[in-house]
């Protein structure tokens, strides 16, 4: 086809007329795209996937004994004391539920905006989002001196005729992070039910056949099927996209509520939103350098969508170094004393260390994406992305244990730090985290297959490839599907 | 076991038809069981119950009644009536309080105390306001004492040592009875050393007994032997003992390294005399000054007006250069020559106060100064007519049995040398640990060594036999007070060992093995004092009042004061140079209650370090030794810990550095009462022993450092409850505390306190900022507290108080280097000025319970709220441990329960919790509750009494109970004529970080120095 060779000969000969650089490489049938994704189910496993799987399930072994003692012995194990009651765990819990947003922001709002680079890593975002936020319940749920009464956090009728305490933050908390689980379990799903289908139909195992059956829910293909699943999934991403804004909002009320100085303040919200779009793009883009390299998805990961990600991080880690600047500048300007000293103390007090580690990865590192080359290297993005990671962690670190160890009395004050026990459950929770990836890049299609096809030049024959509607979109599946037919 | 509960009360008439389980007939009378028939049907549960080693609560309970029919139907034992307090219920109430008075006399002074029992075990120790030398305050010591009842690890058999295990009590009385009788034999004589007290009836027992039993004789030996005040007594007053003046009626007060209010056996009596005078009003801006100089930070150095730092060497020159200024005898003219020229600056300074009340100024000297001090402050203090009846120092008030000690120690040490001692028998002592060398390396020179003391201690571990001596809570006995006052030590509890009685009855038993003739017709020391007091007054009543006040006649008006005998009394030459000072810690003193985990655990209220001694410094003195870089806060902090290695001519200890503001250069200061080496887990090994570097002789006072250099061991970390943190955070003074001057209290300039809102109208105190939500209205009661922090001088004794009362666990010295301390009333010490020479200021902290509490609407589960009264009341079993509460708190005064802190308990320990109050398990939040469980007995006690409200001064809590300076209030706010109410009308009062809009219910008065000039022009800069 003639946009085909177009598109070849656009990647070859740069002084060609500007076109945009193709989403996908290498000019796959549909036919390639199914049997690639497939063989990635339907392979062997092999002896390094399972050395991983081990050595990630070893970490998560860990994070479980850890979590066993810390229930059986109480909280105590950890480094917490008297004025510093939140610590590792609650910056674990922001850490992971910030992780999860990048998954639904390109799921959601890219999808709503139409970005069409998205498609390639949509599918592992939305995976990860996932597992982030099954490791940040794991968190908030072992971190109460009694977690073994976690459900009374949920308002439901009871025997005590207590009702839960609608003011608190944390309430608000357990109904953002649970909505934020279902809508995004459900959004992920949904997404998943045509290409599960599809592995259904190419997997030739019969167990794994019965199972892809299952989960595609009867699938066929067919116009109406697609009519419906069109819909429900603009739905789903409409649903989705407020909580991108809400869910982290509701996170920093948890210490923005609060009338301690550095957490009582209204920059708090677009902050945390900002900052978890950040960390998630940041876990993403560590996570797709890897998957990319190992399960050999070049061809659809490329380095265009690395460039696009990248961009995003430098303008996130932007607005995260603009609410630093003007978290220093209100403690000045408002010149409310207590809030003026913790500022100064963040900076240049006991945990100043943590303060600037945050500083230099979060707001130097990125600033390296400037330049296009830079961007497109990926040694120099997989650097930047771990130490965007390691920076936004410290980032809620720095806002926790700085605000608490000295607050208002001096005589109160202290200082925490954590023990081998709580660094065991963090580490845990990258063990589940990552065992659930790798379980997940093993046995579900890590690339959105359907909408692969649809972006991929053929699926629109009546127009150029960079245009598309949902009409067409639809078109394409269907005709994927007939071809197998 | 068997527990044998022979003191119980005297209703036997009131045949009352109370509870009929088990524990209620604890409370019925002998006779009325003697008769009851049910007695004889229990004895087979009591032997099953009897052969269970392990006591549990109800196990406890049942034995006591069990073992008191036993008692009845046997007809063993005498019967011995208590007599509960007037004010108290005078019958028996199932799961009611009964107070019983007793007196509390650790050492030999005596204060009178109140004792709360429920179901038959005391759970609480109160003062008596009737006895006149505590007004019903009590101190940290005598408070703590009770955990001490009940702790496992005290002595429970006899034993016999040298290849012998347990032995009968029989056994080991008739051995000490034998050797005694060996040494009459021999022509050798048989000691007892006994711990100085204030008992009549115990002096006049032994009296009986020396006299009965030639070779007997007793000679008195405290741990702490400072003779230097006694000497000077006896030879310029003629009163060989100490006399305690009465600061209550000093204008201005000199402590010349005295320390009144904190390490002193007497500074609960100082403490509620001092305070009395420290919180001025703007009606009546008076208030008294007192001048500290001293070589170490003493507490009342912490709590003086104007401080002068002096090496030990200068102490003797300043006393003189006060004497040459204010009586001019010439006592201290030998030594006047030393003084300094900033001594004599400042020694004409304090004079030039004293002068300014003559007749109402003291100078105090601390008792360890030599003899030869003591008599120039006796006569700069008689030059100011201050010495007389009636007077500050009446002659009169004298600590019984507090005269000179070091002779008759003196001439045991050369009995024992010279071998004419036969048997040692050391009764409530602890040479082994308090004693020089010279007297433990003697006192194994007698053949038989006996003790009888509450723990297998250090002496016992070098006697060969030792029984069990009595706690003061089981044994009878009586006490004399400073002022004259006597009252009888009721018990409240049988002995908790083996049936053996107390301490006296055990050294009658030993006297009636020698002599058959002696106190055979005394059953016991209880008919012993009975029969004593029959002279002194009617039993009962004193049983019912607890004090018997003393009789004029006993008052001897004439006070002449023997000037030139002082010439002949000995002073101490202390060299400049590196020094090293012994003094009683301010929270075990001499270590008596050393394995008492209260104790241990409060935080010193100087250093507020817990669980150990150290080795106290100046920063000017740790710089030159080199243990610190530069005398920046930070550096000074990341110092403390470092091991030194201190000698003086006495031994050698390696402790931890602890760098404290204040002190004089060139001296270490070192706490006594740690680093037991036996007699209970919960001591050993905390701290070390202070005794080791202590003088012969003279236990607290001043020795010339041999050595002292950093140590090569590593550096420790210090389980201290405050961080060096100081209110000026390099941003301004943080307007947290607030202190003013008595000028500024004369001028109604309380402008600096900062109580209002810039919108503030005239009468604008308290303004509140708009709110969307309509405030609650309290119909009822409004509970809330005052606290003066002028009168606070920072004892402690409201931690102490609130421990026992509200069950808070003790949480052991690595939860504390976590910080993660329990206390509910914590004392924020925050240090002003220089390093050098700080001021310092207390304030004590706990729930504010916020009227906009921020900890209620973060806590998901609503387990903390408000009550309609104004309590923010905390929901223990609601509470699922998010800890939300406790970081959003700003006094942080909430404590959580990291670990399960109440589970290790062993018996009988679980007894000394207060049943009115859920003792709380882990993952929980807690922390003050206004003492809630007092709150709802005061109401229920006036719904009886068919009123609605509780009128006001009959609820009372804890840390105000204890509050030896009166300066806690508490009440109904509502009641405009409440004390409470009143007190917050104080212009002083200011309510800590009120700009948050959280309202606290808390006022705190602020402190009042009483200085020159005005607090207006440097404070509450940072205030809006």
């Not at chain 1, 004391?81 to 390109?106: C, E, K, R, Y």
């Not at chain 1, 005589?411 to 023990?419: D, F, I, N, Q, V």
């Not at chain 1, 659930?436 to 579900?444: D, G, H």
Request: glycine fraction near 8%.
């Amino acid at each position: 086809m003639a946009s085909q060779e177009h598109a070849l000969h656009t990647a070859m000969d740069p002084n060609e007329e500007p076109v945009r650089e193709p989403l996908i490489l290498g000019n796959p049938t549909f036919r390639d795209v199914t049997a690639r994704i497939g063989s990635i189910v339907e392979g062997k496993l092999q002896p390094k996937y399972l050395m991983t799987l081990g050595l990630t399930l070893t970490m998560a072994g860990l994070g479980m004994f850890a979590l066993f003692y810390t229930i059986t012995t109480g909280i105590g194990t950890w480094g917490l004391n008297n004025p510093v009651g939140w610590g590792w765990d609650i910056t674990n819990f922001v850490f992971w539920i910030g992780i999860g947003h990048a998954g639904t922001l390109i799921s959601a709002i890219l999808f709503l905006f139409r970005q069409k680079w998205r498609t390639a890593i949509n599918r592992s975002a939305e995976a990860m989002t996932l597992f982030a936020v099954i490791c940040a319940l794991t968190m908030v749920l072992s971190h109460t001196g009694r977690p073994w009464l976690f459900y009374w956090l949920l308002p439901y009728p009871n025997q005590m005729n207590m009702w839960v305490n609608f003011r608190s933050p944390l309430m608000w908390d357990v109904f953002a992070v649970n909505t934020y689980f279902t809508v995004s379990l459900l959004f992920w799903f949904v997404g998943l039910i045509p290409d599960l289908a599809t592995l259904r139909n190419y997997v030739k195992g019969t167990i794994a056949k019965k199972v892809y059956a299952f989960f595609s829910l009867g699938w066929t293909g067919s116009t109406r099927h697609w009519h419906t699943y069109e819909i429900a999934y603009m739905i789903l991403a409409g649903i989705s996209t407020p909580l991108v804004l809400s869910v982290h909002s509701v996170v920093s009320f948890d210490f923005t509520v609060g009338i301690l100085p550095g957490w009582h303040t209204t920059i708090f919200p677009p902050y945390f939103v900002a900052g978890a779009i950040f960390s998630g793009f940041a876990m993403v883009m560590t996570l797709l350098v890897i998957a990319r390299e190992v399960l050999d998805l070049k061809q659809f990961i490329t380095l265009k969508h690395m460039d696009n990600m990248n961009k995003i991080m430098l303008a996130t880690g932007m607005m995260v170094g603009y609410a630093y600047a003007m978290e220093m500048f209100i403690a000045w300007y408002s010149g409310n004393a207590w809030e003026r000293w913790i500022f100064i103390n963040r900076a240049m007090g006991d945990y100043a260390w943590a303060y600037w580690t945050m500083v230099t990865c979060n707001v130097v590192s990125p600033q390296i994406f400037w330049f296009k080359k830079m961007r497109r290297s990926i040694p120099v993005m997989f650097v930047i992305s771990i130490f965007v990671n390691i920076g936004m962690w410290f980032e809620r670190f720095t806002i926790i244990a700085t605000t608490l160890h000295h607050d208002f009395l001096p005589a109160s004050w202290g200082y925490y730090t954590p023990t081998w026990v709580e660094i065991s459950i963090f580490i845990g929770t990258f063990g589940v985290f990552l065992s659930l990836f790798l379980l997940f890049a093993r046995f579900v299609p890590v690339i959105a297959i359907a909408e692969v096809k649809a972006i991929m030049p053929g699926a629109q024959p009546k127009h150029h490839h960079d245009h598309g509607n949902g009409h067409d979109h639809a078109h394409a599946h269907a005709s994927v599907e007939g071809q197998k037919a | 076991m068997s527990l044998l509960m022979d003191v119980i009360t005297n209703h036997s008439n009131d045949n009352s038809t109370q509870g009929k389980s088990m524990s209620d007939r604890t409370w019925q009378s002998l006779d009325h069981l003697a008769g009851d028939t049910l007695v004889k049907g229990e004895f087979d549960g009591i032997k099953e119950a009897l052969t269970d080693s392990k006591v549990s609560r109800r196990g406890f309970m049942t034995i006591m009644s069990a073992s008191m029919a036993l008692t009845a139907a046997a007809c063993r034992r005498p019967i011995q009536h208590l007599v509960p307090s007037t004010k108290s219920h005078q019958t028996a109430i199932p799961g009611m309080p009964i107070d019983y008075t007793s007196v509390y006399t650790q050492r030999n002074v005596a204060y009178g105390a109140l004792v709360t029992s429920r179901e038959g075990r005391p759970v609480r120790v109160k003062g008596n306001d009737k006895h006149g030398v505590n007004i019903g305050r009590a101190s940290v010591e005598m408070q703590a004492s009770l955990l001490s009842l009940y702790d496992p690890e005290r002595l429970r058999r006899p034993r016999v040592r040298r290849g012998g295990g347990s032995t009968s009590y029989d056994n080991a009385v008739g051995k000490i009875a034998a050797a005694i009788t060996d040494a009459q034999a021999a022509g050798k004589k048989a000691v007892a050393v006994i711990n100085e007290h204030a008992s009549p009836s115990y002096a006049q027992l032994l009296a009986d007994m020396s006299a009965a039993i030639p070779a007997f004789s007793t000679v008195m030996m405290p741990a702490i032997i400072a003779d230097g005040a006694a000497a000077a007594n006896r030879a310029m007053l003629g009163v060989d003992a100490e006399i305690a003046p009465d600061l209550s009626k000093a204008k201005v007060v000199v402590c010349v390294d005295a320390d009144p209010l904190g390490a002193d056996k007497l500074s609960l009596y100082h403490t509620t005399r001092f305070s009395q005078m420290r919180s001025p009003s703007s009606g009546a801006p008076s208030m008294s000054t007192l001048i500290v100089a001293e070589a170490q930070y003493s507490l009342t150095g912490a709590n003086s007006d104007v401080r002068h730092r002096l090496h030990p060497s200068q102490v003797e020159p300043y006393l003189a250069v006060l004497e040459a200024e204010i009586a001019g005898s010439g006592l201290g003219s030998d030594v006047m020559e030393q003084a300094s020229a900033e001594t004599q600056k400042n020694a004409k300074a304090a004079a030039a106060a004293l002068k300014t009340a003559q007749g109402s100024a003291v100078v105090m000297t601390g008792r360890h100064l030599s003899a030869r001090a003591n008599g120039m402050a006796i006569a700069i203090n008689n030059a100011l007519g201050a010495i007389g009846a009636g007077k500050i120092i009446d002659p009169t008030h004298v600590i019984p049995n507090s005269g000179v000690r070091g002779e008759a120690i003196a001439q045991l040490v050369a009995d024992l040398e010279a071998d004419r001692v036969h048997a040692l028998i050391f009764v409530d002592t602890n040479p082994e640990y308090t004693a020089d060398r010279a007297f433990r390396s003697a006192m194994i020179k007698a053949p038989v060594r006996a003790a009888v003391n509450l723990y297998a201690d250090e002496t016992a571990l070098v006697c060969d036999i030792d029984i069990p001596g009595s706690h003061w809570l089981e044994s009878w006995g009586d006490a004399v007070a400073i002022d004259g006052t006597m009252s009888v030590q009721q018990p409240l509890i049988a002995p908790l060992n083996d049936g053996i009685g107390s301490t006296q009855d055990t050294l009658m038993n030993i006297g009636r093995k020698v002599d058959a003739a002696l106190f055979a017709d005394t059953a016991s020391y209880y008919d012993y004092v009975v029969a004593r007091w029959s002279s002194i007054g009617d039993w009962r009543t004193v049983l019912l009042d607890g004090a018997v006040a003393p009789t004029a006649t006993e008052t001897n008006s004439s006070a002449s004061v023997n000037t030139s005998a002082g010439m002949a009394l000995k002073g101490a030459k202390v060299e400049s140079g590196m020094t090293v000072m012994t003094v009683p810690s301010l929270t075990l003193y001499d270590g008596y209650y050393g394995n008492n985990a209260w104790l241990l655990e409060l935080s010193d209220p100087v250093t507020k370090v817990t669980w150990e001694n150290l080795a106290m410094m100046s920063p000017a003195t740790a710089e030159k030794m080199g243990l610190v870089g530069s005398r920046e806060p930070k550096a000074l902090a990341r110092a403390n810990g470092k091991i030194v290695s201190v000698s003086t001519s006495t031994g050698t200890l390696d402790l931890p550095l602890w760098i404290q503001p204040g002190m004089a250069d060139d001296t270490i200061a070192v706490s006594l009462g740690f680093g037991h080496q036996a007699g209970g887990e919960v001591a050993m090994g905390k701290g070390e022993s202070g005794y080791v570097l202590a003088g012969a002789m003279q236990t607290i006072g001043y020795q010339k450092a041999k050595n002292v250099a950093p140590s090569d061991k590593p550096q420790v970390r210090i389980a201290s409850t405050q961080d060096h943190h100081t209110l000026d955070d390099g941003n301004g003074e943080r307007p947290v505390v607030k202190e003013l001057t008595i000028g500024d209290v004369a001028q109604n300039e309380y402008s600096t306190l900062g109580e209002h809102f810039p919108d503030a109208g005239k009468d604008g105190k308290y303004l509140q900022p708009l709110s969307i939500v309509q405030d609650y209205e309290y119909k009822g009661h409004r509970w809330g507290m005052v606290i003066d922090l002028s009168s606070c001088t920072g004892c402690s004794s409201c931690i102490i108080a609130c421990q026992n009362e509200n069950n808070i666990p003790v949480v052991g010295k690595k939860q504390v280097l976590t910080g993660r301390e329990m206390a509910w009333i914590r004392l924020d010490r925050y240090y002003r000025g220089s390093m050098e020479d700080p001021t310092t200021i207390v304030e004590p902290m706990l729930c504010q319970h916020c009227e906009n509490a921020p900890c209620e609407n973060v806590c998901p589960v609503a387990a903390t709220s408000h009550s309609p009264e104004g309590l923010n009341e905390m929901t223990y079993n609601r509470c699922v441990g998010t800890r939300y509460c406790l970081n959003n708190c700003p006094y942080k005064v909430r404590r959580f329960n990291f670990l399960a802190y109440n589970n290790d308990y062993s018996a009988p320990m679980e007894l000394v919790f207060n049943p009115d109050v859920t003792v709380r398990s882990r993952g929980v939040m807690e922390k003050c509750t206004f003492c809630v469980q007092r709150l709802h007995h005061a109401k229920w006690q006036a719904h009886d009494a068919g009123r609605d409200r509780v009128m006001d001064g009959e609820v009372v809590t804890a840390c105000q109970e204890a509050c030896p300076a009166g300066a806690i209030l508490f009440g109904d706010t509502n009641d405009p004529n409440s004390a409470v109410s009143k007190a917050r009308q104080n212009e002083r009062g200011f309510r800590v970080l009120s700009d948050l809009n959280v309202r606290p219910q808390v006022t705190y008065l602020a402190k009042v120095r009483n200085v020159e000039g005005s607090s207006a022009p440097h404070a509450g800069a940072e205030h809006h």
